[in-house]
Structures are given as structure tokens and as C-alpha cells.
């Protein structure tokens, strides 16, 4: 009997790779779980926006008014109101944490309560649980597909014997899974134990994970065969199946052979490369690339081929120019005079505004340009912010030269639209289409590096906002798109100045500005665990004991000596909410964080702790000169790269 393939959709977070994807078939074990699930909680206690504020409360933890705000999408004045009704209904305190002792008035009083079926997965290579749990009903039932040209992993027979997740454990699946969900969509609790049945029975699956060789580092990236970014229990486990299985170190060995001398690209044999086809240009900007390539049998680009040219170009603009700031700024002007600020805006850049001015950008939108499905509305929107923010953005010269952009943009918007519905439709035979010029046009003003003129010079494809985008493109293959743009911009900015390092550095380079960059950013992520107050009965002088204590109850090993050496009046004062280093932002989190917390942590990187020691060696005072392989920098970078995504998994997610 053949093995079926679990179907969850595509996932394609790849880019900028060598060659093509390559697919996986992943044995697992299935078991059938059963769950509550909860419909609704506190229904006539709270109204809408106090029972959004509060799950957001209790599934994140402290946040203040303005985070909250950003993180529900609703006005600070609305929530500061909310905020103080929540404290005066004994809900939360001070610090807007949840008061346990009042729980049941809102999460037990009024809950509707059913239990459903679910399957939780257990990998059958390595035998880790995966952080994925399926309900099963009406609305998503379990389906399989037909695959071919998979290349089937071997199962690990003491894998496949380990048996199903205790209750506890999938306690901790489910954890991991609302920590991946948008906080005020959660409509289900964490269940107790007792009510956790799990069937000891596994059905036996496979499931399809895509596979790619990046460009920027040559290593290898797995999808998440359920949907998400890259899977990371997936990508340890292959490493380690590597180390000790030969077949497979001779399927990869032939793979990456294969890449270093790729034959011609299936469909382009025939067709002659154009100026701006270039390897490096493809690396860079591998979607406007295929966007502006001709379908195959066309001799020309279609009126949708240019639409997708210029949406590809302005989005690849933005990247260059840190987007996330206008992004902020886009979501909280929502209200009935968008239309006006944004024209205001563009006719201050020079633009003629057309006679509807523009709409609103949904926030979905902006989850689509995360997820690096760019629409016209929002890049057009980011670009335009950014350029009024800075006078050396492109977009200000095409204002200059091109004061009608925007029309023409939006007739060429229609004439897609007309295309697409079977109107007044113009198909590019013989002919170039008029708007094919402007498009060239507009495209090496955003991007010089793109010239369509085969005598024409680049005039910056080596510059910094080239080296800007090969950073942002490099980290966000590494992170993922969602959980990169989910950091901080202090954590943002110093992982990007750290990250244009290590692509130009040489042997010998000195590294002490991208030791300390690496270390800002570590410090960024790890504020975001710290409590505010000390562990209730430790006294000062007991912290580190206590610390190491729970490191090794975890799994986490000993202190290292940079920890173990970080003076109490430092951790003190990072408990207060006073973070000075990140030794002492360690401690805290050793202290702060629950037991099950930190196992995850050790799950995830049992070098946890040495990683951390390992920069805090390196870095020093910062005052000394660093000279530094670059392959040592490459593992450092892999090394921190790893540490800040084991946080970021501990922290709530789109």
C-alpha cells in the first residue's frame, strides 16, 4: 500500500537560491489527539475591544499602551480607556498583567466548551515532536496529494518506536502554536492535563518539504511542510541525519555538484539574455527578474508582465530604505483624511495626484508584503513615505522627471483589470506595448543596477543601498520574512549593519564593530523576556545560584564563566527594567522565565547558553581591535543568528 503525502498548500519562503527547489518526503507518525476547544470566554463579562485587549495581555504579557495599540490596531486613546475599565473590573494591575486570582470571572464563568480531534506529529528521522497540531472538522479536514520526484528519507527505526506525546506534551505544542498566532484571534486556552486524550496508535504519513541551496551563503533552507517560513526542528534534524548517513551525504554532495555547474534554464535556451539578465542581478532581484522575462512564446511583455515589473521594482525600493517605519506610519493613519495627508505627501515630492486621490491600505496588506506578495496600493504607499523621509530616495527623481507617474500607474492598473476580465484586451505580438518604454524607464530610475540598454553603465550596482538589500534579503532568508520584520528596529538595524559586514568583509578584516552589532542585537531580543521585577524571595546575592540552579534543571548546562562572573548589582538593576548588558539580560531571563520555558530553549539550542559566553568573550570592552577570518565570522554570525531565533520562537508571532 502506498504511503500517502499530507497536503497543507504551498510554501515558498525561498529566495534569492541557486538552481531550483528540491522536495523532501518526510515520514511521520500521526496521533490522534483530543482537545477542548474553547468558542468563546467571558462573553457578557467584557465587550469586544476589553476581551481583545485582555487575550492580547494574557497571551503576550506586559505591554504598554502604545504596543498595545500597534500590536490590536486600535486607536491609544481607545485603549488607554480600555486599560483603566479592565483595572477597575480587578482584571489586570498596574503593570496590565492578568490577576490570576480573578481568571475565572472572565476565562470559566460563561465558556462554551467543546472537545474536538486533532493530530499531533512526530517526525520519524530524528523522532521530534513537531510545533504543529491540526484540528480536524469541517473547516479543515485532513487531505492528501499525489507527488512524484520526492527523494524519501530513511526512518530511523528507535525514532519510530519512541511512541505518542505524553499530555504535558502536547501542552507544549500547543504553547509553541499560539506563540505563531496573531494574539487577539486566539479563541482557545492552553488545556490541562486531565483533559488531554491522546491515542497510542500512530497512523503513518509523509510529509512534502521543500528544499533549497541559498545564494548568499550556500547553505541549505526547509520549508515548513505546514505552511509557515522554514521549519527549524526539520533543518536540525537533517543536519545531524547528514553527519551519519552516506546515501544522503551522496544525494547532497551530487545535488550541490549539480548547482555549481547548472545547465541553461528550461524555456530560455532559445531566447537571448537581455542587459539586466545577470547572474548577480538575478541574485539580488530574483522576482522583477522573472517578471520582466517574456511568458514563454511571447515576444513581448505583457500589459501584466510590466504591471508585476513595476510593483517588483518598488518593492525591492522600499527594502533598500527600511520600510517598517512607513509601515507604522500607514497603519495608524486610517481615518477619513488618509486621502488627503497621502496626496499631500506625494505633491510635496512633486507628483500630480489623480482625482481620487488614494484608498486606505488595508493591514492585511501589509501581513501580504511580509509574507513578499506586494501590491501596488502598499508599495506605492511605503515609497512615498520614504521619500519624503529621505532626499536621496529615487522616487524623488522620477517626481522630477515623471510628475504623471502615478496616473499612468493607475491607467495601467486598468488596462490590467480590462485584460483580465476579457475587455478592450491588447495583446503584444509583433510589438512592444507603449507602456513598455516607461516601464524601462522608471525600473533604472528605482534600480540602475537594472539597465535594459545593453551600452548603458550601471551607475551604483555596487552601492549601499544595493549592500542594504543583499543584507535585509540575506537575514530574512535566514529568519524567515515574518519572524525578521517581527524584531525590533534596534535589533532590525544592528542585525543589518552586522549583516553588510559579513558579506564584503576579508581575512583579517577587523570585526569589533560587527562583534558589538551582533551583541546590541542579542540585547534587543532578550529586553523582551525581562519581567521588570526580581524572582520573589531571591535575594541579590543569591541570583546567580539560583540561575544556575535552573539552567541545569533545563538542560541548559553550567554558567559559563562569562555569566557566572556578571556582578548582582548589574542583574538587579536589569530586573528593575534597567537592562545593561547582556550577561546580566541572561541572568534575568535564567531567573524570570519558567522551567518549561527554559526546556524549550534547551530543546531548541542546547548551546544556549555557551553561544552567548561566546560573544561576550569575543567582544571584551568593545576597545580593542578584532582581526577575524571571515569563515570565523561566518560561524559567529550562524552562531547569533541561531540564539536570536530561539528567542523569537518565545515570542509571539503573526
Known sequence: MSTRTLDYGDNDPFSGVIGRTRHLAWPVHAYRITIPATLSAGRDLLNPFERVILNVIDAVGRLDEAALAQETCLPVDLVRTVILRLRDKGLINEDNLVIDRNRRSWEEEIREENYTSALAFRELVGGRLLPFVQILDGRNPLKTKLVDRRTLLRRDYASSRLGPPSAKEVISIITQMKRRSEAYAQSTRTPAIKQIRVEREPEYYLLDCPIAVQAHDAEFRIADPFGTGFSRVLEDVFSLRLETDEKLQEWMTNWRRALSTPKARDGEESRPREPFDTDEIRRRYPRLVRALIPSPGAQHRSVENIYASLEWALYYTCEMHDPQLAIRRLKQETGNNYSQWLSGIAEGLGFEVPRYGFRPVPNGKFDDYLDQKPEMDTVLGIC??????????????????????????????????????????????????????????????????????????????????????????????????????????????????????????????DARAFISNLYSALQGVLREFLSGTAPVGAREGEYKEQAAVKADRAGLGRLPDELASVRPRRIRETLQGNDLSVGASVIALLLTAGQEVLKEIANSQPDFLAAIADILAKRGHANQPAPMQKADAGELRKSAISTVRTLLELIQED
Not at 384 to 410: C, K, N, T, V
Not at 418 to 437: F, I, M, Y
Not at 438 to 447: D, K, P, Q, T
Open 384 to 509: 512615498l513615505l520614504q521619500a519624503e523621509a529621505h532626499h536621496e530616495h529615487p522616487l524623488r527623481r522620477i517626481a522630477s522627471a515623471s510628475p504623471d507617474f502615478i496616473g499612468r500607474i493607475r491607467v495601467l492598473a486598468r488596462d490590467r483589470g480590462d485584460r483580465a476580465h476579457g475587455k478592450h484586451v491588447t495583446v503584444a505580438n509583433g510589438a512592444q506595448l507603449e507602456s513598455d518604454p516607461f516601464m524601462r524607464e522608471i525600473i533604472s530610475a528605482l534600480l540602475p543596477a537594472i539597465q535594459f540598454d545593453s551600452n548603458a553603465k550601471s551607475t551604483d550596482a555596487g552601492s549601499q543601498a544595493d549592500l542594504l538589500l543583499d543584507a535585509r534579503t540575506s537575514l530574512q532568508d535566514a529568519f524567515g520574512y515574518r519572524s525578521f520584520n517581527k524584531l525590533g528596529l534596534s535589533a532590525q538595524a544592528s542585525l543589518l549593519t552586522a549583516e553588510q559586514f559579513w558579506l564584503v568583509c576579508k581575512d583579517g578584516d
